[in-house]
């Protein structure tokens, strides 16, 4: 793996945890909030988390490309996505993967000096 992969596993990690949250603490927060009160905030809030999704998926696609994930593995964090929350757990699996490629980079780098 290189800087770019690394890169590219960085841009998913920072969008997985904002997308996990949006479900449960947005739209569930709107849908209660319009219930209780003329405020209906569903649609916004609902809009940014399909902007956070689509978002997702780019970057899930982006990193499948660079660092040549096996499709079971892209397959499970797009079902992490699906998942409320389940993007806090791919989060520690991508920082994990993040940290290896970032020390392999390293390391090339290194030998090539």
Same mark, same amino acid.
């Given at each position: 793996?290189d $800087?770019?992969?690394?890169?590219? !596993?960085h841009?998913?990690r920072?969008?997985?945890v904002?997308?996990? =949250?949006s %479900?449960?603490?947005?739209l569930?927060?709107?849908?209660?909030l319009?219930?209780i009160?003329? $405020?209906?905030?569903?649609?916004? !809030?609902?809009?940014l988390?399909?902007i956070?999704f689509?978002l997702y =998926?780019? %970057?899930l696609?982006?990193v499948?490309?660079r660092?040549?994930?096996?499709?079971?593995?892209?397959?499970?964090f797009?079902?992490?996505?699906?998942?409320?929350?389940g993007g806090?757990y791919?989060d520690r699996v991508l920082?994990r993967?993040?940290?290896?490629?970032?020390?392999?980079?390293r390391?090339?780098?290194?030998?090539k000096a």
């Amino acid at each position: 793996m290189d $800087i770019k992969t690394a890169s590219a !596993l960085h841009r998913l990690r920072l969008v997985s945890v904002p997308e996990a =949250l949006s %479900f449960p603490a947005l739209l569930i927060f709107g849908s209660l909030l319009s219930r209780i009160s003329d $405020i209906n905030l569903v649609m916004p !809030l609902g809009a940014l988390h399909g902007i956070l999704f689509l978002l997702y =998926l780019v %970057f899930l696609l982006d990193v499948w490309n660079r660092a040549k994930w096996p499709r079971k593995k892209v397959a499970l964090f797009f079902l992490l996505a699906l998942v409320p929350f389940g993007g806090l757990y791919g989060d520690r699996v991508l920082k994990r993967d993040e940290a290896r490629s970032l020390l392999a980079a390293r390391a090339r780098e290194a030998a090539k000096a």
